[in-house]
């Protein structure tokens, strides 16, 4: 009888695609003070609701850092704002492939499927989001009480 040794399939990969985009040359292209200096104006234009613009900053920078979680999440946000809710549910999705120790893009992923009108989806996703969760977890609490809201 051999011993298995328990392993996350869905960790493993997220961990694989991470090591495989951080070898991506497009990666190293600029330093990490640049691509900071390009987020702090894409963080300032989405804080004055100028979305295009803040859009093509997390665009460029999610393509040359693309695995900084705060760059995906920008362009998330950006793209949930420019109601391209089923792209910005690719980014919240990948986000929990590469980070799946964070699960909060789980309730933007509900967010946006209620924006598109889909609240059984949305459901669906609140559901399995409480169920991952502790009972003293604050997204629990904020999960429930949307799924709550939704009846």
Not at 47 to 71: D, E, V
Request: charged share 15%; hydrophobic share 45%.
């Amino acid at each position: 009888m051999s011993v298995q040794t328990a392993t996350d399939p869905a960790a493993d990969f997220g961990d694989a695609l991470r090591t495989g985009l951080d070898a991506l040359p497009s990666s190293k292209r600029f330093t990490p003070e640049q691509l900071e200096v390009l987020y702090a104006m894409g963080y300032a234009h989405m804080q004055q609701q100028q979305w295009r613009q803040a859009l093509n900053l997390f665009a460029f920078l999610s393509q040359y850092g693309p695995t900084r979680r705060h760059y995906l999440a920008g362009l998330a946000q950006c793209l949930r704002m420019a109601e391209r809710y089923e792209e910005a549910i690719n980014i919240w999705a990948l986000i929990l492939v590469l980070f799946p120790e964070n699960l909060s893009p789980s309730l933007h992923i509900a967010q946006c499927q209620l924006a598109m009108g889909d609240t059984a989806a949305a459901q669906q996703t609140l559901r399995q989001l409480t169920a991952a969760l502790e009972d003293s977890d604050p997204l629990k609490v904020r999960a429930a009480a949307l799924l709550g809201q939704l009846g």
